[in-house]
């Protein structure tokens, strides 16, 4: 089985709650339990310290996902493709959809992968982000898996962090028997859901890590006073 995404995270208010006459001030919870205004400020505090490591986060992860796709790209068909893609004026991003699918007609997988790899490199976009994971999930179930794994980096670079190509990367990996390859992609994505504070969705994740790579002590900690406390440690 490869790796799940864990749920979106859920608001603080439970659908239960008693109805009250007025919205509860800002040192309340919605349930009318008055917050102290010192945990108000560990609160605050512990999400400015998180947010600020998401810089940090997102360089690594660019900085891994460049480095693979040089890799994909300058070996092989990769290379081959790469060439190709290269060769003429780019596409109207109009008609991309068309000059992908007219790739995939006449079995060009890796020319469409390259494709969108030029494109994330010269007009980088959430729509070409979009582009390119469409074009890894077509590779991927068109049986090229490098081919997917390349679209997948490129939408990466293309609209970071793209955590939907974070888990198909951890997905591809783990389908090639490379677990400690799946756990870096997956590791990604548990420190961005920290970094927003929703420890519960990121914890869901490192108990998938702590499984693939179990000689990670310090996954297993994180996992073991996670499961404790009902949060993250700082």
């Known amino acids: 089985m490869r790796p799940a995404e864990p749920t979106a995270a859920v608001g603080a208010a439970g659908a239960t709650a008693a109805p009250t006459a007025r919205a509860p001030r800002s040192t309340e919870t919605a349930w009318g339990i008055r917050i102290s ?32 796709l040089a ?3 300058g070996r092989g068909k990769g290379q081959r493709a790469a060439r190709a893609a290269r060769r003429g004026a780019a596409p109207d991003p109009a008609e991309l959809r068309r000059v992908i699918d007219g790739l995939f007609d ?12 030029r494109l994330a ?17 077509r590779c991927r179930d068109g049986h090229e898996p490098e081919a997917a794994r390349a679209a997948f980096l ?5 609209d970071p962090p793209c955590e939907r190509g974070c888990w ?9 028997k490379d677990p400690k390859d799946s756990a870096r992609w997956l590791e990604f994505v548990a ?23 179990p000689s990670r002590r310090d996954v297993q900690e994180l996992v073991r006073v996670g499961s404790l406390n009902g949060a993250l440690p700082d």
């Open 37 to 68: 205004p010192r945990l108000q400020q560990v609160r605050q505090r512990r999400i400015a310290s998180r947010q600020a490591e998401v810089p940090s986060i997102l360089a690594q992860l660019l900085e891994a996902a460049t480095r693979d």
């Open 191 to 213: 420190r961005l859901l920290r970094a927003r504070v929703a420890d519960q969705d990121a914890l869901a994740v490192y108990r998938q890590i702590a499984t693939l790579t």
């Open 154 to 158: 490129s939408a990466i670079l293309a």
């Open 168 to 176: 198909q990367l951890g997905a591809l990996a783990f389908a090639r």
């Open 106 to 117: 006449g079995r060009r997988p890796w020319e469409a992968a390259a494709l969108v790899a």
């Open 71 to 73: 890799a994909v790209l």
């Open 121 to 137: 490199a010269d007009v980088p976009s959430p729509a070409v982000s979009d582009a390119a994971c469409a074009v890894g999930e």
